[in-house]
């Protein structure tokens, strides 16, 4: 099993921005594919961004929503994985949950939807207007 922790969370006003880190540990040999997920209050869980552990930028894959602000990497040496959210809004209000694939798979653009098998406790990211 892969345990994953989430941190770097808060709160921040609109136009500021964050950096969420995943320290991934356990059995991580077969994780290929590790990415952030967020659920905001009311509605369901959504993908916004998935990078192949082992690969180079071109396996990464972003929700259109973050686009452009939003940018996942790594620091292969420790298996853990960054967000840094630049010009939040105050619609990126969520629990953001780091997840990963230990299939050994690659990401693809459907791990944004599907197919991640173990997942953190989240990190909670409050954006104010």
């Known amino acids: 099993q892969v345990q994953l922790v989430e941190s770097g969370g808060g709160s921040v006003q609109a136009g500021r921005s964050l950096r969420l880190s995943c320290a991934a540990s356990g059995y991580t040999d077969t994780t290929a594919c590790m990415g952030w997920f967020r659920q905001a209050p009311g509605k369901e869980r959504e993908g916004v961004a998935v990078?192949?552990?082992?690969?180079?930028?071109?396996?990464?894959f972003y929700a259109d929503s973050v686009k452009g602000r939003f940018t996942i990497s790594q620091d292969s040496a420790k298996l853990t994985m960054y967000l840094q959210m630049n010009s939040l809004a105050p619609e990126d209000t969520a629990m953001y949950y780091c997840a990963a694939d230990t299939s050994g798979n690659p990401c693809s653009r459907g791990r944004l939807y599907d197919g991640m098998d173990s997942w953190g406790k989240g990190t909670l990211v409050t954006v104010s207007s």
């Open positions: 990078r192949t552990t082992y690969a180079r930028d071109t396996d990464t």
